[in-house]
């Protein structure tokens, strides 16, 4: 917009201003003033407000996240510090571990690496097996092809390896 076209415009709402009643200028600069603050509160204040009253409950959800790393950091020292365990020993464990699942796994040993076969096994029994061959036998997985069956259960395969350090 040029100068003189700005200049016009001011013009004509100068005149339009003082052509209105002073009962509808009031009620102009009371709309104009509700307007401002309402919009100043939805765009600049509520964001705000929300994210303040939120902050409790998201500090203390990433409290929780961090204890949960600091559990898992210490458990990861402890298992780095373990001295080796002899082949033979692991292989042990990990077979008696293999056998508590009944026929819902196989286990087969090849050298270096031992290959889980599953079929209909849950996830917390899955979750609960690796955690305790990671502890007694010392191994860890490291490839895993599951399938999830309609009734929840994992079916597949788990890839580890033993005596490996992580």
């Given at each position: 917009?040029?100068?003189?076209e700005n200049s016009a415009w001011r013009q004509a709402l100068q005149q339009r ?49 961090l204890q949960d790393m600091q559990r898992l950091a210490a458990e990861a020292k ?16 990990l077979t008696a571990a293999a056998q508590r699942l009944g026929d819902k796994a ?61």
């Amino acid at each position: 917009m040029s100068r003189a076209e700005n200049s016009a415009w001011r013009q004509a709402l100068q005149q339009r201003w003082q052509s209105l009643a002073e009962r509808e200028r009031v009620l102009l600069v009371i709309g104009s003033t509700v307007l401002g603050l309402a919009l100043l509160w939805w765009v600049g204040l509520a964001p705000a407000w929300r994210s303040v009253r939120a902050a409790p409950q998201k500090i203390e959800a990433l409290d929780l996240q961090l204890q949960d790393m600091q559990r898992l950091a210490a458990e990861a020292k402890a298992l780095r510090a373990m001295p080796p365990m002899p082949a033979a020993q692991a292989q042990a464990a990990l077979t008696a571990a293999a056998q508590r699942l009944g026929d819902k796994a196989r286990l087969s040993l090849q050298g270096e690496r031992a290959v889980l076969q599953l079929s209909h096994l849950s996830g917390d029994q899955l979750a609960t097996w690796l955690a305790e061959v990671r502890i007694s036998a010392r191994v860890r997985a490291v490839e895993a092809q599951l399938t999830r069956t309609p009734q929840g259960d994992y079916t597949g395969s788990v890839v580890l390896a033993l005596g490996a350090r992580s």
